[in-house]
């Protein structure tokens, strides 16, 4: 085996902290390095954009050939840049722990507006060339003006400083690993639940020769074995598609360790410029999980929808429906009175369940000093952010329980005030220890309102335990329709009907209804998976 070992990289300030990265990691182990750095097609290409060229090997081609031809021991990539299928010849001796995967917006912070989504104000100019990213981001503001965008990432920063775009998108993950202050800019990083990343996303790929037993021995203690398992499910999702960073396929799978679950959402347009379908899937085993969620987005069929919230004049929901054939009739079946209260007492945390309790908490205007704020989900905190109110805490299961728990334990001795629904079920307060931490605080009262002919739809999402209510108090459930529940309250107050939801919402969000809807919809004998 030679010594020093030749690590081949790219010779962009991100390759080389990746190359460096590793050598650091072989080093201390007692394996010199030195780098090679290797200038590749993509490097050298000016007149293609990223979008046709990540993923497809131009940025991966000439650091293989080099590996193969034994001018280096070990080549270290962004995992999301190898093609799916791999060099003959050459493996992955190793994955690295994965990076936030997140995507990061940057924002001129005389171009924010944070009551909109992601804080872009109406119109603005946003910098990316994935085609991913385009489909994803119009499905939320169908307004924002996109532009193609190329370089490494200090570049891009720096275009977005000289103010030839109001802001950029680019992955979390190298801005990280690079120390770069953005603090000049306004930052928002959605959680990859909602805007879904690149498979493979945050993630570095160590590649040896296939025959270098030695080499790929002195890497099994740096490869990561639940990285590659997630790594290698998200791959063979875009695999089967057929796709590299062309095809606007967003892949996140993840793995909790509690339940032992793995779960992949998948996002995917036939084209920059079209809205996205997606969808949900899980499963104790992995191997089955990238077939199962092809073969499900595959056979989405468009069907009549009905939910039962107010009509929003836009929202993600609605255009990636609409824009997939769906149709969707939107209607609450309950209405809101504001009831009327004093004074707050003193607290450190004011805890939200629903964007109602946020919406008449806020209406009566009291007088609030330095708490933080908490929400069960990102829809309660979007609506929270409409008061110019931002969550320093943000439940992201569906199941209330497990967020009240998650939160109790962040909370620990402080008091936490609860603005709440009259008779509420009060599942977050339940889960503190100390009943002396928890203040309650009702703001609103919900009445039934189910006027009118029982919608004629094919898939019903109800999105509350009262709304679930109102409906049986009037309506019957036909055997031809599916329902849908928003959070695991919703579904057990459809079981008390004998009712049991086809799919139940991944997230408390547009997306986790969009990725249920979807899922519901499709021709899909291999089961849904999602509840």
């Known amino acids: ?57 131009f940025f991966t081609k000439e650091v293989e050939e080099a590996l193969l031809n034994e001018e280096t021991d070990i080549a270290v990539h962004s995992f999301k840049d190898l093609p799916t299928e791999s060099t003959k010849g050459l493996i992955i001796g190793a994955v690295s722990e994965r990076e936030d995967p997140s995507e990061l917006l940057l924002i001129l912070k005389d171009k924010v507006d944070e009551k909109r989504k992601f804080s872009l104000k109406e119109g603005a100019s946003v910098g990316t060339s994935s085609a991913r990213r385009k489909s994803q981001m119009l499905a939320f503001r169908p307004d924002i003006n996109l532009s193609d965008m190329r370089g490494n990432v200090p570049t891009r920063i720096n275009k977005l400083r000289e103010r030839i775009y109001d802001a950029i998108i680019i992955a979390s993950a190298g801005v990280e690993r690079l120390g770069i202050d953005v603090s000049e800019f306004h930052c928002e990083r959605p959680e990859p639940t909602e805007l879904i990343p690149a498979p493979a996303q945050g993630i570095l790929a160590i590649q040896v020769r296939e025959n270098d037993k030695n080499l790929r021995e002195i890497l099994k203690p740096f490869d990561s074995v639940s990285v590659r398992i997630i790594s290698t499910l998200e791959r063979k999702v875009l695999n089967l598609f057929q796709g590299g960073c062309q095809t ?79 149709s969707l009739e939107e209607k609450t079946l309950i209405e809101m009175v504001p009831i009327t209260f004093g004074l707050i007492p003193s607290c450190e945390w004011i805890f939200f369940s629903s964007k109602h309790a946020v919406k008449y908490f806020f209406e009566q205007q009291p007088k609030i000093g330095d708490q933080k704020f908490a929400c069960v989900g990102k829809a309660t905190a979007d609506a929270l952010r409409n008061y110019g109110k931002r969550a320093a805490f943000i439940g992201s299961s569906t199941d209330t329980r497990m967020t009240g728990k998650q939160f109790a334990s962040l909370a620990g001795s402080a008091k936490v005030l609860f603005p709440q629904a009259k008779e509420s079920l009060k599942s977050i307060q339940q889960q503190f220890v100390r009943s002396e931490n928890v203040i309650n605080l009702v703001v ?8 009118g002919n029982m919608p004629d739809a094919d898939v019903v999402v109800f999105t509350s335990p009262s709304n679930v209510e109102a409906w049986f108090e009037r309506y019957t459930f036909s055997k031809d329709k599916k329902a849908v529940a928003m959070g695991d309250a919703t579904a057990h107050a459809l079981k008390k009907h004998k009712i049991f939801p086809a799919a139940l919402s991944d997230t408390f969000d547009d997306t986790g209804i969009a990725r249920a809807v979807f899922g519901v919809s499709s021709d899909d004998p291999m089961g849904n998976g999602s509840f």
Request: with cysteine.
């Open 248 to 326: 606007p396929v967003g892949v996140f799978a993840d793995y909790n360790e509690e339940d032992e679950l793995y779960s992949v959402r998948v996002a995917k347009a036939a084209a920059w410029d079209k809205m996205p379908v997606s969808a949900y899937s899980s499963s104790n085993d992995p191997d089955q999980l990238a077939e199962r969620i092809v073969h499900k987005i595959n056979k989405i069929k468009p069907a009549r929808v009905f939910i039962t919230r107010k009509h929003r004049k836009e929202s993600y929901l609605r255009n990636v429906l609409q824009g997939n054939g769906f």
């Open 444 to 451: 609103y009262e919900t009445l039934k309102k189910n006027d």
């Open 1 to 57: 085996m030679r010594s020093p070992l030749i690590i081949g990289t790219r010779g962009s300030d991100l390759a080389l902290w990746q190359a460096n990265y590793v050598k650091g990691l072989l080093e201390e182990a007692g394996h010199p390095c030195l780098l090679k750095v290797i200038k590749t097609q993509g490097d050298v290409m000016k007149d293609l954009s990223p979008d046709k060229m990540e993923g497809k090997g």
